[in-house]
């Protein structure tokens, strides 16, 4: 899931010429292993 998510990320961001699609893939993603992995 990571990983895909930060192609799609990436390819947008290229497309748009600003990291924005990266920020908010960061954002999400340190939310996601802060609330669901480390909790494990």
Do not use: C, P, T
Request: no cysteine; charged share 25%; proline share 0%.
């Amino acid at each position: 899931m990571a990983f895909a998510s930060l192609e799609g990320a990436l390819m947008i961001s290229r497309l748009q010429k600003n990291d924005d699609a990266l920020r908010r893939v960061q954002s999400h993603l340190n939310r996601y292993l802060d609330n669901e992995v480390a909790a494990s």
